[in-house]
C-alpha cells in the first residue's frame, strides 16, 4: 500500500492475471488487470485521480543504443468506448505476416474519465514533460495535446513511439473508498518457428512464422478485454482461491516458496502454445 503522512489518502493495488490450475483457456488470456483501491482518510472531501499510461509497442522493431525500441512501421493509437468498457486501442502498419505486427489495449470499465490518446510529438522529453504539467494541474487529461502541430517542429528527430494516458476521477467523502481497474490486453499473434536469441541458438527456419495459440481465440487485443471484462468476477474469484489454497497449505515453507517462484515459468512465454490445437 501507499501512504504519507501529508497525503490523507491510502492507495493500495492489487493486479492478477488468471491462472487457474485446470483450466488451461482461461490460465492462457493475453492480459492483466491492476485495480487500484483509493481510500480518504482526512477530514474533507477529496477529488482524486488515477492514471493509467502505455506506449504502443507495435511495430518493434528491435532497440537502439541508449535502449529506446525502434519503429518500424507508422503507428495508430485510437480511443473507444462500447458503453461498457473505454479505453485506447494501439495497432500499426506492419504486415500481417509479420513478427511486428499486433493490437495492444488499455480499457477501464470507469465513466467518469479523460483520455489523452497521444502524448505530444517531440523530442524523447517533450511528451512526459507536457503530460505531467498536465495532469499535475487538475488531474485532468486533454484529448489533444497543447501543441497542434504534432511532428512538425523544428527537431530533426522526432520520437515516431506513440504513447497514451487513461484517467480515472472520483471525489471521496472523508472515510470514503472508491477502486479503479485498468486492464492491460494484447494480441501479438506472429512468433518464429525457433528459439532465438540469448542461450539458444537460431535454427535454420528461415522467415517461417508459427501462430500463438491465443490469437485464434482473441483475434485483437479489444476481444480479449471484451472477454476478461465479462467473465471478471469468476478470473478473480478462481485465481485467488488458488492463491489462497497454496499459500494457506500446510506444506513446508520452503515448499511453498519454491512452487510459488517457479510459477512464472507456466504463466511467461516461457511455456506457450503455438497453432489451432495449442500443441
Known amino acids: 500500500g501507499l501512504s504519507a503522512d501529508k497525503l490523507p489518502l491510502t492507495v493500495n493495488m492489487t493486479a492478477f492475471s488468471p491462472l487457474i490450475p485446470g483450466n488451461e483457456e482461461d490460465s492462457g488470456i493475453p492480459a492483466v488487470c491492476f485495480r487500484y483501491t483509493v481510500g480518504n482518510e482526512g477530514d474533507k472531501p477529496c477529488e482524486i485521480s488515477v492514471c493509467a499510461t502505455q506506449s504502443n509497442f507495435t511495430s518493434c522493431g528491435g532497440f537502439d ?8 512501421d507508422e503507428q495508430k493509437n485510437e480511443f473507444f468506448d462500447d458503453g461498457k468498457i473505454r479505453g485506447l486501442i494501439f495497432s500499426s502498419k ?21 483520455v489523452k490518446p497521444e502524448w505530444l510529438a517531440g523530442g524523447w522529453w517533450d511528451g512526459a514533460h507536457d503530460f505531467f ?55 501479438f499473434p506472429n ?14 527456419c528461415g522467415d517461417e512464422i508459427v501462430k500463438n495459440y491465443y490469437s485464434y481465440r482473441f483475434p ?3 476481444s480479449a478485454a471484451k472477454y476478461f471484462y465479462e467473465n471478471y468476477d469468476r478470473l478473480y474469484g478462481d485465481s485467488l ?28 512465454t516461457t511455456c506457450f502454445r503455438i497453432g489451432r490445437e495449442g500443441t
Request: aromatic share 10%.
Open 220 to 222: 485483437d487485443a479489444l
Open 133 to 187: 504539467n498536465e495532469f499535475a494541474a487538475d488531474g485532468k487529461l486533454s484529448y489533444n495535446s497543447a501543441d497542434s502541430n504534432q511532428g512538425e517542429g523544428r527537431l530533426e528527430f522526432v520520437v515516431r513511439l506513440k504513447t497514451g494516458s487513461l484517467a480515472c476521477g472520483a471525489l471521496l467523502q472523508p472515510g470514503e473508498k472508491a477502486e479503479f481497474e485498468f486492464v492491460l490486453s494484447w494480441c
Open 94 to 114: 506492419a504486415p500481417e505476416n509479420s513478427r511486428r505486427y499486433g493490437t495492444m489495449c488499455l480499457s477501464t470499465p470507469c465513466r467518469n474519465y479523460t
Open 65 to 72: 543504443l541508449f535502449g529506446n525500441m525502434i519503429v518500424r
Open 191 to 204: 512468433r518464429p518457428k525457433s528459439w532465438e536469441g540469448h542461450v539458444c541458438p537460431a535454427r535454420d
Open 241 to 268: 482461491n488458488f492463491a489462497d489454497a497454496l499459500f494457506s497449505s500446510d506444506a513446508d515453507k520452503w515448499i511453498i516458496d519454491a512452487v510459488n517462484g517457479t510459477l512464472s515459468v507456466l504463466r511467461s
